[in-house]
């Protein structure tokens, strides 16, 4: 059987759930106070067949310590998702954008080796379903504009302004 735990946690910008599979890797997570909004994000592959309420144990913690103001408590969190390999590579490479530095999509493109990849760019922020720990909400417009963001933005408004707090006091 494959177990996943999940639990809800308050936020500043509203409940955040996360689905974590029991090696402690998340498989789904956002700004939602219900499981089953995150469940069908999911991956067929690594879909667990069981999901029960519980501690996250470090998945958790990080979360909060991001919410508190540690913005790289969630840089070395375990997510899992399955796509394609340009994908999958997208997802990666968003990682490594900072906080307080977001990026446009044409520049997100260029960062995966694809300048001319705009939609697939975008299409693997609107496929992402580890938000927070992939931060597709580090991606806007190239006219600076927020673009989509699954969870609302008013969430994507206040985790960039989250972001750039630490910025704003140098």
Same mark, same amino acid.
């Given at each position: 059987?494959?177990?996943?735990?999940?639990?809800?946690?308050?936020?500043?910008a509203?409940?955040?759930?996360?689905?974590?599979?029991t090696d402690?890797?998340?498989? $789904?997570s956002g700004?939602t106070? &219900? #499981?089953?909004?995150?469940? %069908?994000?999911i991956?067929?592959?690594? !879909?667990?067949?069981?999901?029960?309420?519980?501690?996250?144990g470090?998945v958790g913690?990080?979360?909060?310590?991001?919410?508190?103001?540690d913005l790289s408590?969630?840089?070395?969190v375990g997510?899992?998702?399955?796509?394609?390999?340009?994908r999958?590579? $997208?997802w990666?490479?968003?990682? &490594? #954008?900072?906080?307080g530095? %977001?990026?446009?999509?044409?520049?997100y !493109?260029g960062?995966?080796?694809?300048?001319?990849a705009v939609?697939?760019a975008?299409?693997?922020?609107a496929?992402?379903?580890?938000?927070l720990?992939?931060?597709?909400?580090?991606?806007?417009?190239?006219?600076?504009?927020l673009?989509?963001?699954r969870?609302?933005?008013p969430?994507k408004?206040?985790?960039l302004?989250?972001?750039?707090a630490?910025?704003?006091?140098?």
């Amino acid at each position: 059987m494959n177990t996943a735990v999940f639990a809800t946690r308050a936020t500043p910008a509203g409940p955040f759930t996360a689905v974590v599979d029991t090696d402690g890797y998340v498989l $789904a997570s956002g700004w939602t106070a &219900s #499981v089953d909004d995150l469940l %069908p994000l999911i991956h067929a592959s690594l !879909a667990p067949t069981e999901t029960v309420e519980g501690d996250l144990g470090p998945v958790g913690e990080a979360v909060d310590r991001y919410h508190e103001g540690d913005l790289s408590a969630i840089d070395d969190v375990g997510v899992r998702q399955r796509s394609g390999p340009y994908r999958e590579h $997208a997802w990666e490479v968003l990682r &490594s #954008v900072p906080a307080g530095a %977001p990026v446009t999509y044409t520049g997100y !493109a260029g960062k995966t080796g694809r300048p001319a990849a705009v939609r697939a760019a975008a299409g693997a922020c609107a496929k992402n379903a580890a938000a927070l720990f992939v931060p597709c909400h580090r991606v806007l417009r190239t006219d600076g504009s927020l673009g989509g963001f699954r969870w609302g933005l008013p969430v994507k408004r206040w985790l960039l302004d989250h972001e750039s707090a630490d910025l704003r006091l140098d």
